[in-house]
């Protein structure tokens, strides 16, 4: 039989390397493949997590060093209080008063509002903020735009909390210490302050959820009383879930970091001299308006408010 020609109506209309989808999943591949400073970024987190893991978990270890991260402790169980208070107040909830225990414990007192919406708020607002603060430390601009976000909660904090002096000390030394940072290389080191931050944050979580409700059983947690009310299964299942969703915010916090911010480090100390400068810089045309003394006077401000209430 004579070989027939196929008509080119059932062509493909593309060839593979201009297929869609071979050429989204190459797009997607590409986005997905850090550069040289986003693997910088990642093996510093690596490290940040190994440091986090023995300091927080190795007994025993020189008291100075235990001391390092004993505020960042403090301030992601205050990530955790803080997410009960807000969506608490979403939810319509009076707010009594947010309080840190030296032992790294906290409460947050409210009344009203939706438990079904604000027991799991703790565990997960906490690990979606250190997610947040994660993408953020990919990039400098945006550890300061986060940093600006954090003093707003930090004055609604100090509001909730305003008889609590730990909470007092602790906010505002981590405001200095934010303050200090954006003045570092042009806020290089503030980058690695919010990623450290977030790190901290996502592991909190991560090993609060699995220490109170999966490995001890801890009958005073957050998922035993939302077991309480749910009623249809134990903490220990609702623990397992939080924590897989924790994992997944954590894991989404690095994608969005590689994919979002894309630029070099010298491209990022350019960015960085136009947006929000250090003041004295020489692109500091406002320098007397500079974020970092916005940041501490509104602090300031809002704590003089605050005692004289």
């Given at each position: ?17 201009e ?21 910088t ?17 190795v007994?025993?270890?020189i ?18 209080e803080?997410s ?30 939706i ?49 609590e002096?730990?909470t ?13 940072f954006w ?13 450290f ?21 801890v ?82 401000v ?8």
């Amino acid at each position: 039989m004579p070989y027939a020609a196929i008509p080119n109506a059932t062509l493909p209309p593309y060839t593979f390397s201009e297929h869609p989808l071979y050429l989204a999943a190459r797009d997607a591949q590409s986005s997905l493949t850090p550069n040289s400073t986003q693997r910088t970024t990642l093996i510093v987190a690596a490290c940040y997590v190994l440091a986090i893991a023995i300091l927080w978990h190795v007994p025993g270890l020189i008291e100075v060093l235990n001391a390092t991260v004993y505020p960042f402790k403090l301030l992601t169980v205050g990530f955790h209080e803080m997410s009960h208070a807000i969506m608490g107040v979403l939810t319509c909830a009076h707010i009594h008063s947010i309080e840190l225990d030296p032992d790294e414990g906290g409460a947050t007192r409210m009344s009203g509002g939706i438990p079904w919406l604000t027991l799991p708020a703790g565990y997960l607002g906490s690990s979606f903020i250190g997610a947040c603060l994660i993408a953020c430390g990919f990039d400098t601009n945006a550890s300061k735009v986060a940093c600006l976000v954090l003093a707003v909660f930090f004055l609604f904090t100090l509001w909730w909390a305003r008889r609590e002096i730990l909470t007092w000390v602790l906010i505002l030394g981590m405001s200095g210490v934010i303050i200090l940072f954006w003045f570092v290389k042009g806020g290089v080191a503030l980058r690695y302050f919010v990623l450290f931050v977030g790190v901290m944050s996502c592991l909190y979580v991560l090993w609060d959820v699995i220490d109170d409700t999966i490995s001890r059983k801890v009958n005073g947690s957050d998922a035993s009383s939302f077991a309480e009310i749910c009623g249809c299964c134990p903490s220990q299942v609702w623990g397992v879930i939080w924590l897989l969703i924790a994992f997944g915010f954590f894991a989404a916090g690095i994608i969005v970091g590689i994919v979002a911010f894309k630029e070099s480090a010298a491209q990022q100390a350019s960015d960085s001299q136009h947006f929000l400068p250090v003041p004295g810089s020489h692109n500091s045309a406002l320098a007397t308006a500079s974020p970092p003394w916005v940041l501490l006077a509104s602090i300031l401000v809002g704590a003089a408010a605050l005692l004289s209430w």
